[in-house]
């Protein structure tokens, strides 16, 4: 048994992204099978697969290797109010792409 927090917080993220595990290997070029592996840890990325991971899903390594998204078991996003949770919950289930999109209408608006 391993500290590892690595296969819970990829799940974790999938998960509050709302996608497949296939739409996530299409993205990442990787397989699924080898992404579902990753999720049960019954293999673990190699380093630059994490650092794609971490990347992927805007964290620190830290946080996807051992401490998990919430170290202390605290959502810090259970205390936004609803429109803002839904907001940042329809972000993360863009492609890092769309993201940039958004970001820059954003920017756009506010000038």
Do not use: W
């Not at 390594?61 to 259970?78: E, K, S, W, Y």
């Amino acid at each position: 048994m391993t500290s590892y927090k690595i296969g819970e917080t990829l799940k974790e993220l999938r998960n509050h992204r709302g996608m497949t595990q296939e739409e996530i290997s299409r993205e990442l070029n990787i397989s699924r099978q080898t992404y579902a592996n990753y999720e049960t840890e019954q293999r673990l990325p190699n380093l630059d697969m994490l650092c794609r991971l971490a990347a992927y899903h805007h964290i620190t390594l830290d946080q996807l290797v051992l401490t998990g998204l919430h170290p202390r078991g605290i959502d810090p996003f259970a205390t936004l109010p609803d429109g803002y949770r839904q907001l940042v919950k329809s972000y993360h289930r863009l492609p890092l792409e769309k993201q940039k999109h958004l970001m820059a209408y954003l920017e756009f608006l506010s000038s």
